[in-house]
């Protein structure tokens, strides 16, 4: 048991530090960066939030590609800064997000907060699921963590 414990906290340490690496990369260089590459799987699926009005499922870098340029299409000055890391056993990390810009042909404002469920796998990012409400990640991460487990 105790051998558990610490192999998950020593994943969830190099899985926050991972995700923290590629969020710097690409919020410096885009996904154009090769940095940001190395740290996501060729074939990521990335899940929008149920709730925005067109949810949509993305996969690979092509996909990955796609799903910030609709964030980047509809806003100027747009920008995803995290502001807390949780992992959630060995495989899954919350990352709590201030999410701001400009709307592009409103020119209002945006800012909120929501979360982004990681799934990390070999030191990769396998997939990312969007969530309006930081507390529907957790839940579904500890979810997930525990159907890991059984």
């Not at 340490?13 to 410096?28: H, P």
């Not at 806003?75 to 949780?86: G, R």
């Not at 992992?87 to 899954?92: A, C, F, N, S």
Request: proline content about 5%.
């Amino acid at each position: 048991m105790a051998e558990r414990a610490e192999r998950e906290g020593v994943l969830s340490e190099r899985n926050i530090a991972l995700l923290r690496e590629a969020y710097e990369a690409i919020g410096e260089d885009g996904l154009e960066g090769a940095a940001a590459w190395d740290l996501i799987d060729d074939d990521i699926l990335i899940r929008d939030r149920p709730e925005a009005p067109d949810p949509q499922t993305y996969r690979g870098r092509e996909g990955a590609r796609k799903a910030l340029a609709v964030s980047d299409e509809s806003f100027e000055s747009f920008a995803m800064v995290p502001v807390e890391m949780i992992p959630v056993g060995d495989r899954h990390v919350v990352v709590v997000l201030k999410m701001s810009g400009r709307g592009r042909g409103s020119g209002v404002p945006v800012e909120e907060t929501i979360a982004h469920l990681w799934t990390v796998r070999d030191g990769k990012a396998v997939a990312l699921q969007v969530y309006t409400d930081p507390d529907d990640a957790l839940r579904d991460a500890r979810a997930a963590g525990n159907a890991d487990q059984g």
